[in-house]
T-cell receptor
Framework: AQKITQTQPGMFVQEKEAVTLDCTYD???????LFWYKQPSSGEMIFLIY??????QNATEGRYSLNFQKARKSANLVISASQLGDSAMYFC??????????????FGKGTKLTVNP | EPEVTQTPSHQVTQMGQEVILRCVPI?????FYWYRQILGQKVEFLVS????????KSEIFDDQFSVERPDGSNFTLKIRSTKLEDSAMYFC????????????FGPGTRLTVL
């Protein structure tokens, strides 16, 4: 069964506007972590933001925020005030189990975001 | 800021040849990983490594693959007899000091098997 689902293969947004990238997940482990990574055309994977399953508040990191709806098993990434440099692939990933070990990341298929001037 | 490095950035090899992909994780990190990404597809876990032994490996990580930490800094992935379908971007990652124990990825090695 697919554990991470990103249903938007591609998204377009105008510069300076906000955009939401969807991510739903599936796990039976009560302890898990959700990550978003950015992959520019150069290929590297850049960590953006993290949400733990027990976190009471939605995570925020600068222009990035995570809309975490635990009951719906969704962890959508919101990028505010989009910039041209935000154009990239965005991957949602999940780590099952409590943090501190060598648990693997399971990735979704990604969403390609294009920011238009 | 410390970073994960990988060499080479691009490797071209003939089918059946052995390749070694090299990684230098962030110092003080304890956990090491290899992932691969076939062009246009999602990132897939290959193997995790801790305390000088494999912690977990995926179905992809068959007998053709091996990992090694030969010294205190390098972490290598060896593919003994490459196949066409091994062509992919291979990412090394390490974790252990991040606030969320997040994994820090290297820039990747693009492997092309002809």
């Amino acid at each position: 069964a697919q554990k991470i689902t990103q249903t938007q293969p591609g998204m377009f947004v105008q510069e300076k506007e906000a955009v939401t990238l969807d991510c739903t997940y599936d796990t039976s482990d009560p302890s898990y972590g959700l990550f978003w990574y950015k992959q520019p055309s150069s290929g590297e994977m850049i960590f953006l933001i993290y949400q733990g399953s027990y976190d009471q508040q939605n995570a925020t990191e600068g222009r990035y925020s995570l809309n975490f709806q635990k009951a719906r098993k969704s962890a959508n990434l919101v990028i505010s005030a989009s910039q041209l440099g935000d154009s990239a692939m965005y991957f949602c990933a999940m780590r099952e189990g409590s943090q501190g070990g060598s648990e693997k990341l399971v990735f979704g298929k990604g969403t390609k975001l294009t920011v238009n001037p | 800021e410390p970073e994960v490095t990988q060499t080479p950035s691009h490797q071209v090899t003939q089918m059946g040849q052995e390749v070694i992909l090299r990684c230098v994780p962030i110092s003080n990190h304890l956990y090491f990983y290899w992932y691969r990404q076939i062009l246009g597809q999602k990132v897939e876990f290959l193997v995790s490594f801790y305390n000088n032994e494999i912690s977990e490996k995926s179905e992809i990580f068959d007998d053709q693959f091996s990992v090694e930490r030969p010294d205190g800094s390098n972490f290598t992935l060896k593919i003994r007899s490459t196949k066409l379908e091994d062509s992919a971007m291979y990412f090394c990652a390490s974790s252990g000091t991040g606030v969320y124990n997040e994994q820090f990825f290297g820039p990747g090695t693009r492997l092309t098997v002809l």
